[in-house]
């Protein structure tokens, strides 16, 4: 299966930068899910380029639902989301027919597909195909949110500005969900931003890191080997364009310290069980639980720069320089985000669905 | 699927730390690969216990193979490892039957299996269930190798203390494969073993980074999504105990980096394409490009020291404190990495297969 | 995977019989293949009602290529197909709300998601959603046939009408993809359409039997359990609606044979290997021998009669009876045909992938 | 996946005829079931040689658990049972190391496995292969029995004698699995038993239909396109070796009807839904109705025969005839019943495990 992720709850992608549309079919969710488009018209808005710091490239990213819903609700057959492409300017990218973009996906496309892949716009390999990805997710975030289970993630730190961590969960995911721009402490926003219009101006980008929480996951879901929570959310999380690290709870920070600083004491508090600290970030074993699910993800900076690059021409195979022109991100961490809920909410419905049948996440 | 990972080449896992064996089904490898006893030997021993720095749990660790292979050659069909406990001292176990050792999957696994599971020594959770993967990974490597791609991982940091990185890749490689504990630069040997001592000492353990190099792996392999090259490997990367953190190439050191620093352009010479530095790892869009595999993984202290913990009861549910006793590694850093070697050599067989067909392995 | 089907080459379906639109994506065929839009259309013609002995609902049935297919050939990435609606008269369907039509899906679709399916025309379960699976089996078959493998499907008998069986198999294959009624002896065609018309002069409807010959399939092909060549073509059969029963080779006619007269001699002329009889229908051991893969499917009548019928209201559970209105097939086995077509390449192109790789479709 | 089937409840086969040992790993039945192992026991003796009428090969079939139990009952993790080999003359098989039995799979094999297969004893494609299927299937018929579903299978017909079908479906399949030859008519077995003698004496074999009832299964389990029940049970029904043809409720009886004679008339009494007759075999649109789930199979005759035969030299592909030795079935449909009755469970553990979630089988 090559676009398709998902066991009993599974979404598959479709489309290229410059085709007619996008899109992704959302299947195995539970039948009677309320789907509220104004909540996907809002996930999608912060998927999309913004301001100085994005893409000229705007596309209205209007979602047309065309299967699976039924007078407003899931019906519990695929869902299929349409997104149509407009401002597509194809003249931009001739050069890139035939020259690699460093960092991108050309080259390797071409190896992969033989020089059929349509290239415009990074084609199948594009950011854009996103889009899909946050219209069913944000039918999945819904569905968790019958089981009250909240997900949030900010801009752990974008150009070495930090944003501060989690501290009260619940809190910070709602206000976090609120945000456009998704930080914990507002004071680094417009420093944050500073650092990606100066890279903006120097013809270059810049990367960073998301954080997430999950709260609310029950204990008990995820499997010993194989399909650990963590082997499945970071199988998909490493499917986002430019994601090159994932970790858990304290991740790398873990190697470096000793196990009387690494476990989490088991205590229990009016038959609810919990630990005193969350360093192995919700996950034991491979299984949830209980505590906030902890996810930190490395988004490395946009490949699209615009100064004068080495690469080689894909039809000689000689050495070419290359300047690309067209409209591209300085940065795209504060558009990661919602991906990252995104394809977070997707796997953990499936895998409550594998855990406790496909009706649960509609029985609230 | 549970245990079973792994589509065109598979591997199932069974068996419990205190159950009569443990063992492995490696199934779709190519008919016709030599299968040298010896070398999956060697590599048994590279992930047992040896000295003061591991558990004095001694197992023989014989592997007997008892179905797919036919005058020393992999016939095609499933091939099952087995391997048989014999040093079990249950008796140790006892008062772990119903307290949950922080850090440790007990809780978790009390929650998912209603308390059925076997817990004697981990059962199912336990670092022993890897030798299965060592067993089938050995046969992976050496199915690999027939195509000239090789694997090394060495201890990248252990307690604190640095290796050198990968400089020559194929020498390195090599030296790596000709050592018990495995460091670039010798003289950080002596001094990692010092603190997993001190760490012993103190009823305590450490944990650490491993760094992977993968070389010869021809371009072409890996989806744009969901199956990208980094998704399948840290999936599985993400199912040995104790992993919280996999990156690939420069991973997290990306997001504080701008794009000028982060692309690698390419060049061509002899007509041989090449990307003059790799903070890629070697993937791009989710597909190699021909240049070595780079992974780093996150390896946490070893869950069991000998200090007091805090913890619950976990048949009454009540608060209560816990001291291990038994036979634990302070550290497991430097028998995961014939682990990681193993688990990256299977999945490299089975998107090699899935890409050239299930005979390519064997063509050499 | 619910509406996913296919391991390297794989196909999802959406959409519902009174949507706006519905389709399929297909992923995972070998870059490079052309697409000729106008042998789509004429297998999408194939499938539609056509004069008395069918439905009066007629779908221009208009494919749109959204995705996949660049300067008309395959990209190698998901091609996604779109078929509007547009004759559909919902108001037709009133009374069906809640009256669980015999012999149809109502009662359990009911009873599977809650009442929250939509049960307009059948909804999900529509034969009409088998437009997209011969949508995309028409690229499957473009892509076999580039390998010289071919596929022909005939009406066995229809309403107690039998066609002769396949003699000289490419010769049958090629007069059946030139035909839109699909028998070999031509005289039995008006009798078949005869008893079509009588049943439905009756209000009543009828079933018949396909037989699907595969001619130039590899030896070698399928796996000995599980992923029989049998069990996966079996499995994409009994998907189609109405299907039940399959069988290969002689099939059920076996079972009162000895051995003597079941097993098929093995000869070798002019380097060739063939066997003198066909009794196991191109298939032992689950895979695939060289001879011609013989496949014959029972496809029950159309479930809609117009005669009244006893059922119960799903609302009150309440016995009640039924007479169905709208418009419906008195026989939907001349339209089947395409449909099993469809269906067989597409788990060919995904076994044939399997075995030798994803380019190996495209590489003649 | 090759020898892995099923989704949430998966089994795992291995071994060849001839090997040290044979087995199965059975993986996410739900924690808590009691394993009687003289039910398995049992099983196994159905499924085992005896008299006249079967092979002298004698194997005591002994099943060992060696993962997966503990305290006499499931853990949730895998399951795995080992069975050795002792009866093995390996010496009977000389000459079919390079001459292909006609009806078997050993031309198949060895163009798929380039002649590296263990041909002895037809090696992994033996009908042996199915004592672990048996054994797996034991275990899941007790998860099955726990929430009241039964399943029994009759041999309605044997070298042209035919049973009656069933009736009164809970106590026939009561009566069949008390029986070692399951015939519901008493009267038939003896003249079976003569049929197969006679096959016996002429050196040749005999085919038969099996019929199961599967009797408790809730409406609900399967889905509307690809997991279909009858998709999902075909599917494991076509990896028995011999079997050519699998058919539901009336089957091909249905190609012949017209519409008013195959639909089934829903009814409610006393708050229960039901058909009036059960023509559909308890599965619409791909879904139980919560009728009986009738399935029939057509097993060829044994490909074994005693009779001279033409085939070829596999080395060099020359023409040559063939006697076959060896210890052989003359017929093994009442060997193949409990087969059928294992996969079938096995297979709707997995539906209702997805269906209900993991801990269903073990609620009650």
Same mark, same amino acid.
């Given at each position: ?10 979404? +598959? ?22 789907? /509220? ?17 994005? *893409? ?7 979602? !047309? ?64 195909? +996103? ?43 709602? !206000? ?9 402490? /507002? ?12 890279? !903006? ?114 039809? +000689? ?7 690309? !022109? ?20 997707? +796997? ?9 049948? *496909? ?6």
């Amino acid at each position: 299966m090559k676009n398709t992720f998902g066991t009993s709850v599974s979404v +598959t992608l479709f489309g290229e930068s410059h085709g007619s549309m996008i899109g992704a079919v959302l299947d195995g969710i539970a039948p009677g899910i309320s789907v /509220d488009e104004s909540f996907i018209a809002k996930q999608m808005s912060l998927r999309k380029s913004v301001g100085s710091i994005s *893409t000229a490239r705007h596309e209205a990213d209007e979602v !047309k639902i065309v299967s699976g819903v039924f007078n407003g609700k899931t019906t519990g057959t695929p869902i299929t989301f349409i997104i149509e492409n407009q401002d597509t300017r194809s003249r931009d990218y001739g050069e890139l027919a035939y020259k690699a973009r460093p960092g991108h996906a050309d080259y390797t496309a071409s190896v992969k597909y033989h020089g059929f892949q349509d290239f415009r716009g990074g084609g199948h390999f594009s950011g854009r195909i +996103t889009a899909g990805l946050v219209a069913a997710g944000a039918v999945a975030i819904q569905a968790l949110a019958s089981r009250n289970i909240i997900i949030g993630t900010h801009i752990l730190s974008c150009a070495g500005v930090y944003d501060r961590c989690f501290e009260d969960i619940p809190t910070d995911i709602a !206000k976090l969900n609120s945000l456009d721009f998704a930080v914990l402490n /507002d004071s680094v926003k417009a420093e944050m931003i500073e650092k990606i219009e100066d890279a !903006k101006r120097d013809g270059d980008s810049v990367g960073g890191r998301l954080e997430t929480a999950v709260y609310g996951l029950p204990a008990g879901v995820g499997e010993p080997w194989f399909d650990t929570l963590e082997s499945v959310l970071s199988h998909i999380l490493f499917s986002i364009p430019a994601v090159k690290g994932v970790e858990f709870g304290d991740g790398f920070m873990l190697a470096d310290r000793r196990g009387s600083q690494s476990n989490d004491s088991f205590r229990s508090a009016d038959g609810r069980i919990f630990t005193e600290t969350n360093h192995n970030g919700g996950i034991l074993g491979g299984i949830s639980n209980g505590m906030p699910i902890i996810i930190r993800t490395a988004v490395k900076p946009t490949p699209s720069i615009y100064q004068e690059q080495q690469t080689i021409n894909l039809n +000689t195979l000689d050495n070419t320089s290359l300047v690309i !022109k067209g409209r591209h991100d300085p940065a795209i961490i504060h558009r990661a985000r919602v991906v990252a809920d995104s394809v977070i909410a997707l +796997t953990l419905c499936d895998q409550l669905s594998l855990r406790f049948g *496909t009706d649960w996440l509609a029985q609230n």
